[in-house]
């Protein structure tokens, strides 16, 4: 069946590098994509958001691409910091009434 | 304030009992839902419901049963828990689009 992945299940980056967390997606027809962070003990938080007649849109240090081609998504946080340690996951809108998520990249910002 | 609330936040109950999760929220959205997180698994959707008294199955909704008795309130209730039923429950709200989903900050079940 068709399911939101991830490609990586953990990321180690250095603090102030730029970090890139991957999405693949299955189903052509969704047309909404969030990206979620979810810090330990706490539930998911929004990040960013694009819809599907989009390429790349961008937040306040974050960055997420779209390529329907391939039916990928991707994160980018520019400078990462310690705050930034957290379990990044992305959903797609499956259909009107469905959000499927991702399992999750466990992002850990190294001082 | 939080704007999703749940609670409890951590329960322990033992195989065959009767337990009820309450979310409560604040947003004023007429959405809300209800997923459970299991290692390794993307969130999961058991229920959702629409408006007061409006309810829809989910993903997973076996061995599960909801309310909504009020826009601001929705409890999840595992009517006899079994261990396979230990994991962290989500609840969300949405507006009437429903796409972003505002959660809460979980509660963590413990079947025995």
């Known amino acids: 069946g068709e399911s939101v992945g991830l490609h990586l299940p953990t990321l180690s980056v250095q603090e102030g590098d730029n970090s890139i967390i991957n999405c693949a997606y299955s189903?052509?027809?969704?047309?909404?994509f969030i990206w979620y962070k979810q810090e330990s003990g706490k539930g998911p938080q929004f990040i960013i958001d694009?819809?599907?007649?989009?390429d790349k849109r961008q937040g306040q240090r974050v960055t997420v691409l779209l390529n329907k081609t391939v039916k990928h998504l991707s994160l980018q946080i520019a400078a990462t910091q310690p705050g930034d340690s957290a379990v990044y996951f992305c959903?797609?809108?499956?259909?009107?009434?469905?959000?499927?998520f991702g399992a999750g990249t466990r992002l850990t910002v190294k001082p | 304030d939080a704007d999703v609330t749940q609670t409890p936040r951590n329960r322990i109950t033992k195989t065959g009992k009767r337990i009820m999760l309450e979310c409560s929220q604040t947003?004023?959205?007429?959405?809300m839902y209800w997923y459970r997180q299991d290692p390794g698994l993307g969130l999961r959707l058991i229920y959702y419901?629409?408006?007061?008294?409006?309810?829809n199955k989910g993903e997973i909704s076996d061995g599960y049963s909801v309310s909504r008795q009020a826009q601001a309130k929705f409890s999840l209730s595992l009517e006899s828990a079994i261990p396979n039923q230990t994991a962290l429950y989500f609840c969300?709200?949405?507006?009437?689009?429903?796409?972003?989903?505002?959660f809460g900050p979980g509660t963590r079940l413990l079947v025995l």
């Open positions: 959903a797609e809108k499956y259909n009107n009434n469905d959000m499927r």
């Open positions: 947003k004023g959205h007429d959405r």
């Open positions: 189903n052509s027809a969704s047309d909404y």
């Open positions: 694009i819809r599907s007649n989009m």
């Open positions: 419901s629409f408006d007061v008294k409006d309810i």
């Open positions: 969300a709200t949405s507006d009437l689009q429903g796409e972003t989903q505002y």
